[in-house]
């Protein structure tokens, strides 16, 4: 997983492109992605575990998900099913899942630490005119 620590600043939010690439990161690893097959929920779940179901598929980490995460995806819906039928709730438990949560990067700080950064349409569109202006700027000398 990601660092330890407070919650990392977005890389828009740091001063130099060197801050957000510190030689104490790791190198990417990279891999083939395969498609992913999405269960279906399960009917009698809680309604809790029910409205993280469909809240995670819609958010943009999923973009990244494969059936791999959506399997436990499904086993955490189903633990939060659980315990939230519990007469007697166990503190332990909830910390269990909101570790296994932060592993599919349901929060914005989990994806943080990991480097992932959600972003508008809109402002996606901005940063890829910004970067086309400064490649043309570059390829005439105009920047170094």
Not at 86 to 103: C, D, F, H, T, V
Request: glycine share 6%; net charge negative.
């Amino acid at each position: 997983m990601g660092s330890r620590g407070p919650v990392p600043n977005r890389s828009d939010d740091l001063s130099r492109d060197r801050d957000a690439n510190r030689g104490d990161r790791a190198p990417i690893t990279k891999g083939k992605s395969r498609p992913a097959t999405v269960p279906d929920p399960d009917e009698g779940w809680h309604p809790i575990a029910r409205l993280l179901w469909n809240a995670t598929l819609e958010s943009g980490q999923a973009d990244f998900y494969e059936s791999s995460d959506y399997a436990f995806l499904y086993s955490i819906c189903d633990d939060v099913s659980y315990y939230k039928r519990q007469g007697k709730r166990s503190g332990q438990m909830l910390a269990s899942i909101y570790s296994a949560m932060e592993n599919l990067l349901v929060t914005e700080g989990a994806r943080r630490r990991v480097r992932v950064e959600l972003q508008d349409e809109e402002e996606a569109e901005d940063d890829a005119v910004v970067t086309q202006m400064d490649d043309y700027k570059r390829s005439l000398g105009l920047v170094v």
